[in-house]
């Protein structure tokens, strides 16, 4: 399953060869807090809709969730408050004290990330100042994927989490691969929740309890939707998701940890014992989403006018960040366009304007990562503008190296049936499943370099 921002997907897949033979969807409302019920829910309805698609009984279940959000339970496991998702941004003061507390420096090393307002630890700060009541019958912090996995084995005293999903609070050392629980009772006045206990990548988390249509499979441990994602793809040492959904990311996996003190690159764990080093931006598809609406088209017309257009847009540059932004950490920011003239503001360079902004902020998460020693060789590029004609034709040069498409998969939701399988055959490494892909070559590198210095100049001259 995959519990993601905007809906639960649910597949059932042979643990062979990775075959999807039935799947189920079910949608969430598009907000920044909500209900975990909701997640509950939906998770019932998407899968009732693919156990009884599938041909045969389900063995093994995992859930990849959402990174991130914040749900509190108080000492009864009632759910405490609406949780707070990673795209929610009000906690972004919190995070500004904690890093001039520590030093950016010092937060990198101990937890791998330097604090933005997504991460969980910010939020139990903005819990604290914001909600006292509600921190002071705070028992226990869980992730969404935690929250769902739990729930499934029947509430028990007990519940889980791996690495991967983890590393991603701002509480957890993916070095040690321990809690920090300090870090929870200094921005909750000297009180530290219960947190979850951390189970190896294959580790049992029990079996279902809740829902009939599962009872009786084996648990996984479930990870974050990141590290799924890898998981799903199968990705090695020199390979680089970039995945374009409702965020963006661009992510690696590595052998050894990494810290780095700008920011920029989260140092995630991943869901098979490495690490996976990411940067995040809170504007992707919906960019295109959203200029398409203006433009009075839908996705494929934005295609079409983007590569109608020349590159570099003829001057024109869109900033786009139109919910403010992760990386970089400008949680205020709002869009730009820049570069306007009578000659060039057409239908077809705002179309190509987005595309290449997008594209852009992406192309600079790549540099983050090879600037923490991860090796390019190629870009897999995933998620649903990766279904675009305009992004994967512009992409290549942006990136400045081949960009391969594979088919089209729900990968979250996959690698977490390659988490289940794997967990249930108790063998040392997962199932190897086919990638099938389709590759684009980098061309006319250098004049996609030129169109990213004129990004940088732009967003120079507009945010400092």
Not at 205 to 232: F, I, S, Y
Not at 338 to 350: A, D, F, I, K, S
Not at 391 to 400: D, E, H, K, N, Q
């Amino acid at each position: 399953m995959d519990s993601s921002t905007q809906s639960t997907k649910a597949l059932v897949v042979d643990a062979e060869d990775g075959s999807v033979v039935a799947e189920g969807r079910a949608s969430h409302p598009p907000h920044s807090e909500i209900d975990p019920e909701v997640w509950w829910r939906a998770c019932g309805e998407a899968v009732r809709q693919a156990v009884d698609a599938a041909p045969g009984p389900v063995e093994a279940v995992a859930v990849a969730g959402q990174q991130h959000g914040m749900v509190a339970l108080d000492t009864a496991g009632t759910v405490l408050r609406d949780a707070l998702l990673w795209n929610d941004t009000r906690s972004a003061p919190q995070a500004r004290r904690l890093t001039e507390r520590h030093g950016a420096a010092e937060l990198a090393e101990r937890t791998g990330l330097v604090p933005v307002a997504s991460f969980t630890l910010t939020k139990l700060a903005w819990l604290a100042e914001n909600e006292p009541a509600n921190a002071a019958r705070l028992d226990r912090v869980l992730l969404p994927h935690d929250w769902l996995t739990w729930r499934l084995s029947g509430n028990p005293d007990r519940a889980v989490t791996d690495r991967g999903d983890a590393s991603g609070t701002g509480y957890f050392s993916p070095a040690s691969a321990e809690w920090l629980p300090e870090l929870c009772r200094e921005v909750l006045s000297d009180r530290a929740p219960r947190l979850p206990e951390v189970l190896s990548p294959r580790e049992p988390a029990g079996e279902v309890t809740e829902l009939e249509e599962l009872r009786g499979a084996v648990l996984g441990p479930g990870t974050g939707d990141n590290m799924a994602a890898a998981l799903g793809l199968g990705i090695e040492p020199g390979d680089v998701v970039v995945s374009v959904g409702t965020s963006g990311t661009a992510f690696a996996v590595t052998e050894q940890p990494c810290g780095d003190p700008t920011g920029t690159v989260a140092g995630f764990c991943d869901a098979t014992g490495r690490y996976l080093p990411l940067i995040a931006t809170l504007n992707a598809a919906r960019v295109l989403d959203s200029t398409a609406n203006a433009l009075g088209t839908d996705l494929a017309g934005l295609d079409e006018l983007a590569l109608r257009a020349e590159p570099g847009a003829e001057g024109l540059t869109l900033l786009p960040y139109l919910d403010g932004e992760r990386t970089p950490n400008l949680p205020d920011a709002t869009g730009t366009l820049t570069g306007m003239r009578t000659g060039n503001l057409t239908p077809e360079n705002m179309a190509r304007a987005a595309v290449e902004g997008m594209l852009c902020g992406l192309a600079d998460g790549i540099d983050a990562l090879r600037n923490v020693g991860v090796t390019v060789r190629r870009v897999l590029l995933i998620g649903g503008a990766a279904e675009s004609a305009a992004v994967r034709a512009i992409a290549p040069m942006l990136f400045g190296v081949d960009v391969q498409v594979p088919e089209a998969a729900e990968y979250v939701a996959l690698g977490a049936a390659r988490q289940a399988a794997w967990v249930a055959s108790g063998t040392d490494q997962p199932p190897k499943w086919p990638l099938r892909c389709e590759s684009y070559e980098a061309r006319d590198v250098a004049r996609g370099e030129e169109i990213r210095e004129k990004y940088r100049d732009a967003a120079q001259r507009v945010y400092g």
